[in-house]
């Protein structure tokens, strides 16, 4: 990942190439992402209230880049509360730039090149992220348990400022936005611990296990036990 996008984007990924058709279940993390597959194209993809299903033909080998919350928005030129749930081409936002990109990585035939090359291609901004990004990255740091009233005094914002404002940058409310990061942070922990689920929500920041399993529902529409019943499958968030 070039340095200059350090405070931008999270990461570029890149997927295994599969022999047959695979679902792929991904969690709300509260990021944004660009999404290149050669049957798809290249897609932007908002934040994410529940899960989804993705589905990849024979073959497939999906890649792509994952903005940390809140900093999609002077990429994608169009407001992250656009794309909440939604799944747009890209080409459809950024236009002629989209679609020579798309060019470019249909030429490459390793997703692993694919993702780098779709990395290379942003550019950062001239700008430092602004105030309320600064204040969305300060929930994403607390790991969604940050003090609210507090980030908005930070930011120079009323709470009601400042929820208009989150929203416009990340897609989701700030109430939101630190359920989910804090459920995100749940699924990490539970992967690396046994199945103590009172313990686990205690170290995330629920009030308790049944807080826990509520989010989980909402989130998922499984309980924890459920979704980590095959532990083999590995963290997709």
Request: glycine share 6%; with cysteine; aromatic share 6%.
């Amino acid at each position: 990942m070039p340095p200059a996008l350090a405070s931008w984007v999270e990461c570029a990924w890149s997927s295994e190439v599969t022999l047959a058709a695979q679902a792929a279940a991904v969690r709300p993390d509260g990021c944004l992402d660009i999404v290149y597959s050669p049957a798809d194209g290249l897609l932007a993809i908002g934040a994410m209230t529940t899960q989804r299903q993705f589905d990849h033909a024979p073959g497939a080998a999906p890649c792509g880049v994952r903005f940390l919350p809140g900093m999609a928005r002077e990429f994608l030129r169009v407001s992250p509360a656009e794309l909440t749930d939604q799944s747009i081409p890209l080409e459809d936002l950024l236009g002629g730039t989209a679609r020579e990109l798309k060019r470019r990585l249909s030429g490459v035939e390793l997703c692993a090149d694919r993702a780098r090359l779709l990395a290379a291609s942003l550019r950062p901004p001239a700008d430092r992220p602004n105030s309320v990004q600064r204040a969305i990255t300060a929930i994403a740091n607390s790991r969604g348990t940050a003090d609210l009233d507090r980030i908005s005094r930070h930011a120079n914002l009323s709470p009601r400022q400042f929820r208009r404002r989150c929203s416009e940058e990340s897609g989701l409310t700030p109430k939101h936005l630190c359920r989910i990061l804090r459920f995100r942070h749940t699924i990490q922990l539970a992967y690396a611990a046994a199945d103590d689920w009172a313990g686990i929500a205690a170290e995330a920041g629920y009030f308790d296990q049944a807080h826990l399993i509520r989010d989980f529902r909402e989130f998922t529409g499984q309980t924890p036990m459920a979704v980590f019943s095959n532990r083999r499958a590995g963290p997709v968030a």
